[in-house]
């Protein structure tokens, strides 16, 4: 052991010679790249959950207010104007079938407005001006020109409105006043001082 130690210590600069074995040189840190920025599939996601919260939020607001809103249906007024005698020709009128839900209708002697309501179960007929007669399409009741019924279930003739002239010479119709005709019961289509008709 001494001869081994003396060996290497004869060796000229044997102890100054340095070491093969080193320490090994400490790792450098790994640097961590921090992103800020999200990539645009995260932003469209985040955008889209954003906007389905928000329209969600909104919907429900909007049905919470309409429930306190009261439920009211804007209807024409009952009482109405239709212009002057003169403008009707003999037979039956459909231009105020769709605002008014009525027709005029002018015979030789009179004038008078039906209500468009079929009296069996409230379907506006048709005016069939090629065979003269109204026509339910509901359940096929017949009515003639001046409303009265002669085929199907119908049960009565369709009712008429109140017409009065004006000081203007216009014709008022009033359709909160309807004469009816119904079956075994008083006519009151007669009822020309109550207002059933206009004579002409």
């Not at 468009?116 to 005016?127: I, K, N, Q, S, V």
């Not at 008022?172 to 020309?192: A, C, R, S």
Request: glycine share 8%; net charge neutral.
């Amino acid at each position: 052991m001494d001869s081994q130690a003396d060996q290497i210590s004869a060796r000229p600069g044997a102890l100054n010679a340095p070491s093969k074995v080193s320490a090994a040189a400490p790792a450098k840190p790994v640097e961590t790249v921090e992103t800020t920025s999200d990539p645009p599939v995260n932003k469209m996601r985040r955008r889209i959950v954003w906007a389905t919260v928000a329209g969600s939020l909104i919907t429900f607001f909007l049905m919470f207010v309409r429930f306190f809103l009261p439920r009211s249906i804007l209807e024409p007024s009952s009482v109405f104007r239709i212009g002057p005698p003169g403008d009707y020709a003999l037979g039956v009128d459909t231009k105020w079938q769709q605002q008014y839900r009525v027709w005029v209708t002018r015979t030789s002697d009179r004038l008078f407005v039906i209500y468009a309501r079929c009296t069996h179960l409230g379907c506006t007929p048709d005016w069939k001006a090629s065979e003269n007669k109204f026509k339910c399409p509901c359940h096929g009741s017949g009515y003639d020109s001046e409303g009265i019924a002669f085929e199907g279930p119908a049960p009565r003739p369709m009712d008429r409105a109140k017409v009065t002239l004006d000081a203007e010479g216009q014709i008022v119709v009033d359709v909160g006043t309807l004469f009816e005709w119904p079956k075994g019961g008083t006519n009151e289509f007669e009822d020309e001082e109550g207002g059933a008709y206009i004579r002409v």
